[in-house]
């Protein structure tokens, strides 16, 4: 298997700009993680997925934030407008939850994203 | 609100040396913990996972503990060597079924030649 896939891996926009980045999960997951990891703050989670639907977006930072996905193998995270503050790596991550596997989760990874 | 807190932030050792990396949490009531490694610009690579009812996990070199009454878990590397050196996370699962991890900004590991 490819493990979690994840585009583009390095980006570097210009404040105001929209930024998208992709991912594609391990097929046959159920779950779709993305996190934000800096420095500062460490790994936060902004929002998950259960077999499509979002779960949980209570970690997105505010509005120019925003998360879909439309089916089980692709997912964006959207960031419009951006700022220099979003500059961090995101991963997204996948798992599938069964009574074998637990919840072992794989990480994509990474975008890199630098906001000038 | 689960806090996961990982000590000491960075160490070094001398190759061949045993060492134990330490993180605790705040909140008992886990599902599981998991222990990742990350390389520089790479993702989370996981090592290890204790459920709840596990008190430890190995794995070749790596051992990890888990102590859900006193919140705390250790990943113990025996014969470290350089290729040891990385960043190791640890995260707790907060209930059963595909919910997220809480992560620890973890300890960063060199292991000197």
């Known amino acids: 298997d490819a493990g979690v896939i994840q585009s583009p891996r390095h980006e570097v926009t210009e404040m105001g700009q929209e930024v998208t980045l992709r991912c594609k999960p391990i097929?046959?997951?159920?779950?779709l993680f993305w996190y934000r990891q800096t420095m500062m703050r460490g790994l936060e989670l902004l929002i998950y997925?259960?077999?499509?639907?979002?779960?949980?977006d209570s970690g997105m930072p505010e509005d120019r934030f925003s998360a879909k996905m439309p089916n089980a193998s692709f997912s964006t995270l959207k960031i419009q407008p951006s700022e220099p503050r979003d500059s961090a790596v995101y991963f997204c991550?996948?798992?599938?939850?069964?009574?074998?596997?637990?919840?072992?989760?794989?990480f994509g990874e990474g975008s890199w994203l630098t906001v000038v | 609100k689960q806090e996961v807190t990982q000590i000491p932030a960075a160490l070094s050792v001398p190759e061949g040396e045993n060492l134990v990396l330490n993180c605790s949490f705040t909140?008992?009531?886990?599902?599981?913990l998991q222990w990742f490694r990350q390389d520089p610009g790479k993702g989370l690579t996981s090592l290890l996972l204790?459920?709840?009812?596990?008190r430890e996990q190995t794995s070749g070199r790596l051992n990890a503990s888990l102590d859900k009454s006193s919140g705390r878990s250790t990943l113990y590397i025996a014969a470290s060597q350089p290729g040891d050196s990385a960043t190791y996370l640890c995260?707790?699962?907060?209930?059963?079924?595909?919910?997220?991890?809480?992560f620890g900004k973890g300890t960063r590991l060199s292991v000197i030649a």
């Open positions: 995260a707790a699962a907060r209930y059963s079924g595909n919910t997220p991890l809480v």
């Open positions: 097929s046959g997951h159920n779950s």
């Open positions: 909140d008992s009531a886990i599902y599981n």
């Open positions: 204790i459920q709840s009812s596990q």
């Open positions: 997925f259960n077999n499509n639907v979002p779960i949980d």
């Open positions: 991550a996948s798992s599938l939850v069964s009574r074998t596997s637990g919840n072992t989760i794989y």
